[in-house]
């Protein structure tokens, strides 16, 4: 019956964290499968191995497949790495361990983890693109002034990734301080 608990608990931290926290954010509508998939196939993955006598070889080998998928057709921010690594966690804690206060905890801990952590409200002025600039670029000092005027920020970190002086372009990572001026949704 705790079992029957913790899987239940499992299902409604996932539901917060997927469709209270991710969602409503970020909008990506086939990470919610993902993350959907990843926790309920670990928490019946974690139940058998905790209910029943398998080696622990096997339980180790079953737990580094499902720490090697990764999906090959997009490429998936850090940020969505934290909910896939959330909703890998959530399954195990409910599969793996009874529904007590330690448990319940440490998935409430989770939960609140990533909504403050990628809270909008958090370094909300705090931004990052990738830019390709119509001019080629050799020098950091004039790069960084000219992105400055074209982003309206300040930069607080810029990554050349390429500078092509036959075709006059540069190709650059930055992340800059907006305006305080520059409204946000806050979700």
């Known amino acids: 019956m705790n079992a029957l608990l913790a ?4 299902l ?5 964290l997927t469709f209270g926290v991710y969602f409503p954010r970020h909008h990506r509508r086939d990470l919610v499968a993902a993350f959907l998939g990843v926790n309920i ?100 000092a004039t790069l960084r002034a000219h992105l400055e005027r074209v982003l309206g920020g300040r930069v607080v970190n810029l990554a050349v990734k390429q500078v092509d002086l036959v075709n006059d372009s540069t190709l650059v990572e930055v992340r800059y301080l907006a305006p305080s001026s520059v409204p946000v949704a806050v979700a």
């Not at 899987?7 to 499992?10: E, R």
């Not at 409604?12 to 917060?16: C, E, L, N, Q, S």
């Not at 622990?56 to 079953?62: D, H, K, Q, R, S």
């Open 7 to 10: 899987a239940a608990a499992d």
């Open 12 to 16: 409604v931290a996932i539901a917060v």
């Open 41 to 140: 196939g670990v928490l019946a993955v974690a139940t058998v191995l905790g209910s029943e006598t398998i080696g622990a070889g096997l339980g180790l080998g079953l737990f580094g497949v499902l720490s090697i998928i990764r999906l090959r057709s997009d490429e998936i921010t850090q940020t969505e790495v934290a909910y896939y690594f959330a909703a890998l966690a959530l399954g195990l804690i409910a599969g793996l361990g009874d529904l007590d206060a330690i448990t319940g905890s440490l998935m409430v801990l989770i939960l609140a983890a990533l909504w403050i952590g990628d809270h909008p409200s958090l370094f909300k002025r705090y931004r990052h693109q990738v830019v390709r600039l119509d001019s080629a670029h050799t020098d950091e």
